[in-house]
């Protein structure tokens, strides 16, 4: 019986460790907002500049830089992301 309680009491030991890990892992989540290309948290006239040129000159962009770019998901980062990220910066 003794050892019936021991293991319950070291599971749930496990448990709450296993919990806690979880839950300080999702508190250090960042999200980017779509066309936040240089991952600063905000949409500014920087990140259009950086889409330009990788439009235009082909600058390497990391793929997480390519998904925040590509403003419209069609998997291709061009002018139309590049208007639909005007647009916001403009209108926000």
Same mark, same amino acid.
């Given at each position: 019986?003794?050892?019936?309680?021991?293991?319950?009491?070291?599971?749930? &030991?496990?448990?709450?460790?296993? &919990?806690?890990?979880?839950?300080?892992?999702?508190?250090?989540?960042?999200?980017?907002?779509?066309?936040?290309?240089?991952?600063?948290?905000?949409?500014?006239?920087i990140d259009i500049i950086m889409t330009k040129r990788y439009i235009l000159s082909g600058n390497d962009f990391s793929k997480q830089q390519q998904k925040l770019a590509d403003m419209n998901h069609d998997l291709a980062v061009d002018d139309k992301d590049l208007q639909i990220m005007k647009a916001y910066v403009l209108y926000e």
């Open positions: 019986m003794k050892k019936i309680k021991s293991l319950v009491i070291l599971n749930i &030991i496990i448990m709450t460790i296993t &919990i806690t890990i979880i839950i300080t892992s999702l508190t250090n989540i960042t999200i980017q907002p779509t066309g936040d290309v240089d991952q600063d948290g905000q949409v500014t006239m």
